[in-house]
């Protein structure tokens, strides 16, 4: 049983690293017989963009992508991820923090992905000082895993992280959070996305021990950066996917993804391209590595 998914965030239109991780999610889910989802993130409202969830649906058909079951939203989902904070909160893995973002800057040092948190409000809000976030308590254990395309890997929460939130200041669910409680929801098993994430996978298979979760399997293909070593994005002006490029942009896609497409297919049309692709697909030729330079 293989389930797989792409979960876009509607804050802006798809680009070619958007479509990297579509395409190899969606391979090897089709290419080892699974089944494909996609989920909008769109968990944070201020960020979203308006419009942009219908167009990245019409812009995957487009691309010849077909996913099973219905696409869900994340925005639709607070009861769930209310009931996971719940459980946490009877297995005392949560507390509310007071700490303003300006005051953990203040005192905490650089961990992987921003201050780590010192542990201010870990045992109990100092007198005075109303809860704003919630936060979930990290252990010192190490977590390893084994990343399908980037090997072992291994991080230390407490020194690298520190305990993280959950739910926020605004009451707006955290990303980790919300993905944890939505892949097995979804029924996911395997979770083929961009390293940029790779950083954050400890913290949602340490919320999926918390939570008695199945561990998922987890493999990070690199994102695209331009010739500034900017990840591709709405911020670097990344170009908009668009449906008359569909099968030139999927064979750029193969080749990033270290397929070796034949270049005779470069003016394939759609259909046998994505034919080659599903016969031809191998994980293992994915370059291991977190990051490749995008080509004009
Ligand atoms: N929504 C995230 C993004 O667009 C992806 C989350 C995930 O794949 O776990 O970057």
Redesign the pocket.
């Known amino acids: 049983m293989y389930r797989g ?5 509607p ?1 802006g239109e798809l680009h070619m690293g ?1 479509l990297l ?1 579509a395409v190899a ?1 969606y391979l090897e889910a089709r290419s080892r017989g699974g089944e494909w989802l996609v ?1 909008m ?1 769109d968990l944070d409202p201020p960020r979203m963009m308006a419009g942009a969830a219908g167009r990245i649906l019409r812009v995957l058909e487009a691309y010849g992508f077909a996913w099973d079951g219905e696409v869900k939203y994340q925005s639709l989902r607070g009861p769930a991820y209310e009931l996971a904070l719940e459980r946490l909160r009877d297995r005392d893995l949560l507390y509310p923090c007071s700490c303003t973002r300006k005051e953990v800057a203040s005192i905490a040092r650089a961990g992987i992905d921003g201050p780590v948190y010192p542990g201010t409000c870990r045992n109990g809000l100092r007198p005075g000082q109303a809860p704003r976030a919630w936060r979930l308590r990290v252990s010192a254990e190490p977590i390893r895993y084994s990343d399908v395309i980037q090997g072992e890997q291994q991080q230390r929460l407490d020194e690298q992280v520190g305990d993280f939130v959950l739910r926020r200041a605004d009451g707006l669910f955290a ?1 980790q959070l919300a ?1 944890v409680v939505d ?1 097995a929801d979804q029924g996911v098993t395997h ?1 083929v ?2 390293a ?2 790779l950083d ?1 996978t400890p913290r ?1 298979i340490y919320l999926q021990k918390c939570l008695g979760l199945p561990i998922l399997e987890y493999g990070h293909i690199p994102v695209l950066v331009n010739a500034a070593g900017e990840k591709l994005s709405k911020q670097t002006l990344a170009l908009p996917l668009q449906a008359g490029e569909a099968a030139p942009d999927l064979w750029r896609a193969l080749k990033y993804l270290g397929q070796n497409p034949p270049a005779e297919l470069g003016n394939a049309d759609l259909d046998l391209l994505w034919k080659w692709a599903l016969l031809n697909w191998r994980l293992d030729c994915v370059p291991r590595q977190r990051s490749v330079w995008i080509e004009d």
């Open positions: 998914r792409f979960a876009p965030s804050t958007s991780a999610s989920r993130e990303y993905v892949d979770v996305r961009g940029d994430l954050s949602q």
